[in-house]
């Protein structure tokens, strides 16, 4: 990705996340009834409790976002938590735009992941390829 | 609580471009430069600092500041009218400081920085949307 876009798409992203915690904050009763029974069932405290610890979670990942620190451990996290909310609240009117959220974090996660773990990756995936050439072919 | 909204996220771009600043100021590198070309001569300056600290710095002083108290108005963190003063206080000198500051580029320095005119027109945009929250 271009170094502009990732950073557009970074501070964008971060406004969001940050945004919706604040929005929690404000009211988490009215974010509450989004939570699907059965996920509410599951969940070890209450669920007020819960709304609390998302909205920490939201802030601090837009805060890592929006200061560049660990943006690949911020949108992975980001990731797995929407993912988590697309499962726990099921198909609703704002499922469209946690989808593109999603493809965003992913998109920042995969843009910026850490240099020695993207060359540990190729370096694999080279020494797979070399395999497979070095087998001979079977007739 | 709309204004609100704006004056925040234009905070959370004024965090982002200064972060960017002091950064690179820390990294002893040249920031990317995209319109004008002066970037380096006005942040290089002896005007880049005001009373031994960098703007850069006390400009994302003021962006983390404004975001806290517009995130403190939107969930009801009293002492409300505190934080609407502030809020004003803040703003208001913030883009006086910016006038000045763009005043310098333009007669003093004779150069313009790109970084340095987005935050100007940061600022004055959340000065006008503070202004028109209280007329509507």
Avoid at chain 1, 18 to 38: D, M, T
Avoid at chain 1, 49 to 74: E, H, N, R, S, Y
Avoid at chain 2, 43 to 53: C, E, G, N, T, V
Wanted: net charge positive; with cysteine; charged share 10%.
């Amino acid at each position: 990705m271009k170094k502009t876009s990732f950073h557009i798409l970074r501070v964008g992203l971060a406004i969001t996340f940050l945004w919706i915690g604040v929005l929690i904050f404000k009211q988490p009763e009215a974010w509450e009834g989004y939570l699907q029974p059965w996920a509410a069932g599951l969940l070890p405290i209450p669920i007020a409790q819960a709304m609390t610890g998302t909205a920490i979670l939201d802030i601090a990942i837009g805060a890592f976002l929006l200061f560049d620190f660990l943006p690949w451990l911020a949108a992975l996290v980001g990731a797995i938590h929407i993912v988590i909310v697309l499962t726990v609240i099921g198909i609703t009117d704002i499922t469209v735009r946690n989808i593109a959220i999603l493809a965003a974090a992913i998109a920042i996660m995969a843009d910026s992941l850490p240099k020695a773990f993207t060359d540990k990756i190729m370096s694999w995936q080279k020494t797979e390829d070399q395999k497979n050439q070095d087998q001979p072919l079977e007739v | 609580m709309t204004s609100l909204a704006l004056l925040f996220t234009l905070s959370a771009i004024g965090i982002s471009e200064t972060v960017y600043l002091v950064r690179k100021r820390i990294a002893s590198e040249k920031p990317i430069c995209p319109i004008g070309g002066g970037c380096v001569t006005v942040l290089a300056s002896k005007y880049s600092k005001m009373l031994l600290i960098p703007n850069d710095v006390l400009g994302l002083l003021s962006y983390v500041t404004v975001s806290f108290i517009a995130a403190f108005l939107v969930i009801g963190v009293g002492p409300m009218f505190v934080w609407n003063s502030a809020l004003k206080i803040l703003v208001a000198a913030a883009s006086l400081m910016s006038i000045f500051l763009t005043y310098l580029q333009w007669r003093v320095i004779r150069a313009w920085c790109f970084w340095c005119l987005m935050s100007a027109f940061t600022v004055w945009l959340m000065g006008i949307i503070i202004l028109a929250s209280a007329a509507v």
